[in-house]
């Protein structure tokens, strides 16, 4: 076999391979015989059909056969020779492909970078300090409260935080345009489900009247005919109806607890412990971000785009998942610039973090898989079966395993980085670093 390697790009790499003719005809005799001996054809007895017969009718497909797994063993021992590590699968051509003559194909492909990690003493980690106060716990209920919130009718104007039933129809140079009409439909002012202004414009509206009101669609708005445009809507009031807010009585605490009976004191503790593990995991989430911001201003690597390919393939997957997509709907709908970034950064960091697992031979602790588990399981009736659950279902085991692995590389990096703590309210600490930038 003769191998011969180019590089096209950084990571692009360009393999020919060429196969004697012997190993070929070699291995296409083999399968010939072994077909003579099986196959049936009408006027021959079984296992007495000359070769000449089954060559003249299956020599074409079993060579072709043949040359699909020359092809791909020759490729595997090529890279395995030239020590290269393809990322993807390879873009196959075959040169040169005649009977009697030695093969000759091309592969092409992307190799995965050289990774360094380095800079890691010069990552700077903010971790958030804060405690749960009692008020704290009291703006927490008035949420569940907010949750559980149902909506009465009342005989006055409407008002912000108000849901009003509403029929309108929209015009613009005087006419009924596309997706612009509805009737009765339910809509809570402030909620900021309409565009702007159109909420606005029913404040102060009471039930049985009517009115037009002048609105500018945005320039962002998805629809080409509309964004940006002036059009008006006439609206018709049907209902309003005013949040009322549950009491915080037994019939609510139940709601929440899984106590049959909790008293106002186990209501709160409660409360207290979940709000302690979304603490947690907000700081967690906040260093960690911190950190793997670190990683990659430190370490810029070349990343093969076909690894970027399949990052972009999982990641819509996993949003068809999420909003509940059938396997009848094609995940290519979904534009790769939507997950790009994402997608980039994600292969951005799993190169140099297993680079660095790599180097310092890190493996999944197995005491700190158990005690997350059991943390995950806490908030369930019955613990012990989540906690069984996860250790009987190998895929669900080896999720856990790869997050408390990715936390072991952070630990791993904090100790060569600079922390410094910052003093922050309960409600500062668990919002999420983009919406503080919003």
Do not use: C
């Not at 297993?354 to 997350?372: C, H, N, Q, Y």
């Amino acid at each position: 076999m003769q191998v011969s390697v180019e590089t096209t790009s950084g990571l692009g790499r360009r393999l020919t391979v060429g196969v004697p003719a012997e190993k070929i005809d070699t291995a296409v005799d083999e399968k010939l015989k072994d077909a003579a001996k099986q196959v049936r054809i009408d006027g021959f007895r079984p296992g007495k059909v000359p070769l000449r017969e089954v060559r003249r009718r299956f020599g074409k497909s079993i060579r072709e056969e043949v040359i699909g797994e020359v092809v791909s063993n020759s490729f595997y021992d090529a890279v395995t020779k030239e020590s290269l590590s393809p990322a993807g699968y390879p873009s196959i051509e075959r040169t040169k492909d005649e009977p009697g003559q030695d093969l000759e194909f091309v592969a092409t492909f992307e190799v995965y970078p050289d990774v360094k990690v380095q800079g890691l003493d010069s990552i700077s980690v903010v971790r958030p300090v804060a405690d749960i106060s009692e008020s704290d716990i009291d703006n927490m209920i008035e949420r569940l409260r907010e949750q559980r919130a149902e909506f009465a009718e009342v005989e006055r104007s409407a008002e912000q935080g108000d849901q009003v039933n509403i029929n309108f129809e929209g015009t613009k140079d005087g006419e009924v345009f596309e997706g612009g009409t509805a009737d009765g439909q339910n809509l809570v002012l402030g909620s900021g489900q309409m565009i702007p202004g159109f909420e606005d414009g029913i404040a102060g509206m009471s039930k049985g009247e009517e009115k037009v009101i002048d609105v500018t669609f945005p320039e962002d708005y998805h629809s080409e005919d509309l964004k940006g445009q002036a059009v008006q809507f006439k609206i018709t009031v049907n209902k309003v109806e005013a949040k009322a807010l549950p009491e915080v009585n037994e019939e609510f605490i139940k709601n929440f607890t899984q106590k049959a009976e909790a008293s106002m004191d186990e209501f709160r503790s409660e409360i207290r412990n979940n709000m302690e593990r979304e603490l947690k995991n907000a700081v967690k989430n906040r260093v960690k971000k911190d950190v793997m911001d670190g990683v990659l201003e430190n370490n810029d690597v070349d990343v093969p785009k076909a690894l970027i390919d399949s990052e972009i393939d999982r990641q819509r997957q996993q949003m068809m998942q999420q909003f509940g997509g059938g396997q009848n709907i094609d995940m290519n709908m979904l534009p790769a610039e939507l997950f790009e970034g994402q997608a980039t950064r994600a292969v951005k960091l799993a190169l140099v973090l297993g680079e660095l697992i790599k180097e310092k031979e890190v493996k999944a602790d197995a005491e700190r898989v158990r005690s997350t588990i059991e943390e995950m399981a806490q908030p369930y009736e019955n613990p012990e079966q989540v906690i069984s659950w996860y250790y009987e279902n190998q895929q669900m085991l080896q999720q856990v395993e790869a997050m408390v692995l990715e936390d072991q590389v952070v630990d791993l990096i904090l100790e060569q980085a600079t922390v410094a703590e910052q003093e922050m309210s309960y409600e500062e600490a668990v919002k999420q670093p983009q919406q503080e930038a919003e």
